[in-house]
């Protein structure tokens, strides 16, 4: 299933892009705390990156940029909460929000995780690296991804079954490779800090869709920004 989990099945086209365009604007407006120019902020540079890809009008983007940083008034304060725990069958799952209301985010979660376990912090992020994570696809056939994360400075890879890679970084390297993948033959899809599990349970049949199901209730959730999980299936 790989570090970040990704529903099947998602809901229709237009709700899809509005619960898209909604997590896209919160980082935005995370990232842009720490400056709105995108030259010297490498998360805004990222952030913009995929609000550009997901086709976020201009305005929308900078109105996003302009609230974050504080140059408008009456801009939602958004804070970012990670939550730790198990899916049903002991699957470690990370659940990170970005709210702008703890208690809410924290009821909808506890709620979520009935059929699970939600532990203190610290209960399963000990399972995971966490490290930067690019998204990349090559731009030719003669693209080799093996070499390309070396002479780009990455960790690791892994290559995916639709020709993409994944290249694992230092958190501190996530910008520099990220630029360098261009130079190696590589389109960069996406760039983010997020986590690795080190040692994914393996499900399949009907314990696999039972997590399934639970993982697809927790991303449905309006806070939910990303969710990572320990599982491999087979």
């Not at 490498?42 to 305005?59: C, D, F, G, H, W």
Request: net charge negative; with cysteine.
């Amino acid at each position: 299933m790989g570090a970040q989990w990704k529903a099947k099945g998602r809901e229709a086209a237009a709700s899809a892009k509005g619960k898209l365009f909604t997590k896209l604007t919160k980082e935005i407006m995370i990232a842009a705390r720490n400056g709105a120019d995108p030259d010297m902020n490498p998360r805004l540079r990222l952030a913009i990156v995929q609000a550009k890809k997901a086709s976020m009008t201009r305005e929308t983007l900078e109105r996003a940029i302009k609230k974050g940083s504080g140059q408008l008034d009456g801009g939602v304060s958004y804070e970012k909460v990670v939550y730790e725990g198990f899916a049903p069958h002991q699957v470690p799952v990370i659940v990170e929000c970005l709210t702008d209301n703890v208690n809410r985010t924290i009821s909808n979660i506890r709620g979520l995780f009935r059929k699970g376990q939600l532990g203190a912090s610290g209960s399963v992020s000990w399972d995971f690296e966490h490290v930067g994570m690019i998204e990349a696809t090559p731009t030719n056939k003669d693209a080799d991804v093996e070499m390309a994360a070396i002479e780009a400075g990455a960790q690791d890879f892994e290559a995916n079954e639709d020709g993409s890679a994944t290249f694992i970084t230092d958190i501190t390297d996530l910008d520099i490779v990220q630029k360098a993948l261009p130079d190696q033959g590589f389109t960069v899809e996406s760039a983010k800090i997020g986590y690795r599990p080190k040692n994914p349970v393996s499900l399949s049949g009907e314990a696999l869709d039972e997590v399934e199901a639970f993982l697809a209730a927790i991303d449905d959730d309006d806070d939910v920004h990303e969710v990572y999980v320990g599982l491999a299936a087979e």
